[in-house]
Nanobody, 116 residues
């Protein structure tokens, strides 16, 4: 069974940076969307950023200009570079892959905490 393995979370001070990575444990045929979601305590999970085949990206307004999503198709890996982090970015971050059959895969989540 394919698993998505995330890494890169942690504790960082406001204004700092982190880079999240998410790799599939084995090849997934026909991935067209790779994305990152986050969920803070007491809040709904929200889409943070997504990149689709061809390279088009979209971001939630609150992270535009600070976060950058990228993908390595050969490695079935997606990255999220997070700069100028703010306390309100604190959440569990989950990666999400969707293939051409509209099947979704989820990572187990990695915690990002922004605090002084």
């Amino acid at each position: 069974q394919v698993q998505l393995v995330e890494s890169g979370g942690g504790l960082v001070q406001p204004g700092g940076s982190l880079r999240l990575s998410c790799a599939a444990s084995s090849s997934i045929f026909g991935i067209y969307s790779m994305g990152w979601y986050r969920q803070a305590p007491g809040k709904q999970r929200e889409l943070v950023a997504r990149i689709i085949t061809g390279g088009s990206t979209n971001y939630v307004d609150s992270v535009k200009g600070r976060f950058t999503i990228s993908r390595d198709n050969a490695k079935n890996t997606v990255y999220l570079q997070m700069n100028n982090l703010k306390p309100e970015d604190t959440a569990a971050y989950y990666c999400n892959f969707i293939n051409s059959y509209n099947r979704a895969y989820w990572g187990q989540g990695t915690q990002v905490t922004v605090s002084s």
